[in-house]
């Protein structure tokens, strides 16, 4: 709402594209635990400064290449891998690592599964865009070494990223389990060297009709629910475990949902 504000008002400066958490926006990738207060524009001029002398814009005395700039939601910002980048050099690693991933999911899954060289090409085409020696840069460059598209959600992604603080290796995601008949379920996390299985249960995934699907009460997704994981757990003899919103508030906080079932890391 505050970038469809700050187009109405805008007198038709043309070196100006909207850039950083705004084109996030725009790209409809997550700000996990961000709540962006400016709206961010970016012009042509390198001098590398953010005037931020109004309350609800940061203009960025930043360079944007022509072939960094596209049209999203019907207004000029910053290209896909630009957007990663420029955020990933501020962002935290939650914040970071979730907008990574979510930008690796857009450009490699599709209906026929997670397209790995297309994740890699655009990796190669953020890192690219990461300058030498700058602001950020080095936490960014890991960011983006751990990022992996196949994290369905920011709630999967910072579950990972504490999963390997925590002292575990790191998990597969979206494992396929073969289910009865033709079916397939993926499982959000295979943690192999303890043996166990692991899902993350946004609230969502239960509360929100749109999530659930049309007319599909709460009561049948449980009930399916508890069947994949009975099928899941019973074909292959791993014990699954489940953490939700309030476990990933910090690492320690997962840590002792973990421990609260007898998992600890190996090393």
Same mark, same amino acid.
């Given at each position: 709402?505050?970038?469809? /504000? %700050? ?17 996030? &926006? ?17 012009? #042509?001029?390198?001098?590398?400064? &953010?005037? %931020? @002398? ?10 944007? /290449? ?17 957007? *990663? ?6 962002? @935290? ?25 297309? $994740? ?8 690219? #865009?990461?300058? @030498? ?12 070494? +751990? ?5 369905? !959600?920011? =709630?999967? @992604?910072? !579950?990972?990223?504490?999963? =390997?603080? +925590? ?9 396929? &389990?073969?289910?009865? =008949?033709?079916?397939?379920?993926? *499982? ?7 043996? &166990? ?17 049309? =007319?599909?009460?709460?009561?049948? *997704? *449980? ?25 990933? $508030? ?18």
């Amino acid at each position: 709402m505050r970038v469809v /504000a %700050a187009e109405r008002r805008r007198t038709g400066n043309s070196e100006l594209v909207y850039s950083h958490a705004s084109a996030a &926006v725009l790209w409809e990738l997550p700000l996990f635990r961000v709540e962006p207060r400016r709206v961010h524009l970016s012009r #042509r001029i390198a001098s590398g400064h &953010v005037r %931020a @002398s109004e309350p609800l814009v940061a203009r960025h005395q930043v360079a944007v /290449a022509s072939s960094d700039m596209t049209m999203r939601q019907g207004v000029i910002c910053t290209g896909l891998a630009r957007t *990663v980048a420029d955020v990933l050099r501020s962002a @935290s690693f939650e914040t970071g690592l979730s907008l990574a991933d979510a930008a690796l999911r857009r450009a490699a899954w599709s209906w026929n599964g997670y397209d790995v060289e297309a $994740a890699e090409s655009l990796r190669r085409q953020v890192a690219q #865009r990461l300058p @030498s020696g700058g602001r950020g840069v080095r936490a960014a460059r890991r960011m983006l070494e +751990l990022a992996d598209g196949r994290a369905a !959600s920011p =709630g999967e @992604s910072v !579950s990972r990223l504490y999963i =390997g603080d +925590l002292g575990f290796a790191t998990p597969r995601l979206q494992v396929p &389990v073969a289910g009865p =008949g033709s079916r397939l379920f993926h *499982v959000d996390f295979a943690l192999d060297d303890v043996g &166990v299985w692991g899902e993350y249960d946004g609230e969502g995934k239960y509360l929100d009709p749109a999530m659930r699907g049309e =007319g599909v009460g709460v009561e049948r *997704v *449980v009930m399916e629910e508890k069947q994949r994981e009975d099928w899941i757990r019973g074909t292959t003899g791993r014990r699954l475990v489940r953490w939700g919103t309030a476990d990933i $508030a910090t690492a320690a906080h997962l840590g002792a949902r973990l421990r609260a079932f007898g998992i600890h890391p190996q090393r």
